[in-house]
């Protein structure tokens, strides 16, 4: 009898609480959750009130995309891209919501479904500047660079250098041209957004790049070095000051980096493959081995991994186990049309025919 009492109170009170929140109505929620993340920048809360409003109106589109926008600001990108999703088909004509899309999905990675989005918004919205810049990342991303180039060079146009985001614009024309390999005209954008942000740890990481391509590795290790004061646990750039170092022929050292790399995140692919070839040079092949292991291990698809794997087996005079690891890198290199692998696989396939010949 007592436990039917307590249900009854208990479902009692659930209707109370559902007729109170309906009383109330969705906006009350929407309120309520708009102050708890923009005044209190208390998340969670803000997510469970916009939740409380779709529970009353299901096919809120604001609601939707207000908590969309509150799950990106958590780091929950696939809830709010959901919500987004929800609030776009409730309200099609919302077409600023495609650049918040596209914005989730760029970070999401899927820089496709990104430029589909950043095109829906430049459809109504041509000439904006974020919108051409991160359209432009995208195409970036998956090597479209002709097209990125269009889109950067575009803003460019429609901005005055005294605008926040042109640095921006001009690390990513700085890219773009370091990906072509024209160098100078990299650093010549390069400095042009340092000289607009001299704090903007993406263009003093890619000077450093560009300088070290371009066959000035002090200069680059300067902004290596100054790139590292400001995040001195970037694995990117932690890897560049090691090859650098490997590269004056300071092999000891390096070695640190890539041992801090792979502290900080042991799915980071260079920071093995890189310790490998410091080992390599240091005259430690087993443990050069088992470096160029792992890397293979994080990606098979790693043709040099696979090369200097060859080259080691060799030094070691595992004869067998070194012949598969080249034929390895040959098939790898030819199925990923690697170009800068595509030289040194051809060496290594007439090294090898040569040796089927002697064998006859």
Known sequence: M?????????????????EVMQSKGAHFYIEMGIQKWLKDKNYFRAIDLFSKALKIEPHNSDAHLLRGAVYVEVGELDHALKDYDKSLAY?????????????????????????????????????????????????????????????IDKALTLIEKSNEFYPNLCTAKGEIL?????????????????ESNPQSIIA???????????????????????????????????????????????????????????KLDASYLPGWYNKGLALKLLGKPEEALKHFNEAIRLNIECEWAWYNKGNVLSDIGQEEDALIAYKTFIEVTNRNKSSDAKSTANKVKKYLNQLLDNDK
């Open 91 to 151: 309200n099609p004509k919302n077409i600023g919501l495609f650049f918040d899309k596209g914005g989730v999905l760029l970070d999401l990675g899927e820089y496709d479904k990104a430029i589909l989005c950043y095109e829906k918004f430049l459809e109504t919205e041509p000439n904006d500047v974020e919108t051409l810049y991160f359209n432009g990342l995208a195409h970036h991303f998956i090597g479209k660079n002709k097209t990125a180039q269009k889109c």
């Open 2 to 18: 007592q436990i039917l009492f307590l249900n009854f109170i208990f479902y009692n009170s659930d209707n109370i609480i559902w």
């Open 204 to 262: 003093i990481y890619n000077m450093g790049r560009v300088l070290y391509e371009n066959k000035n590795p002090k200069e680059s290790f300067k902004y290596i070095e100054a790139a590292l004061e400001i995040e001195p646990d970037d694995t990117d750039i932690l890897n560049y000051k090691g090859i650098i170092l490997m590269d004056t022929g300071n092999i000891e050292e390096p070695i640190l980096c890539f041992e801090k790399i792979i």
């Open 178 to 194: 370091f990906y072509f390999k024209k160098y100078q005209k990299a650093i010549k954008y390069f400095n042009m957004a340092l």
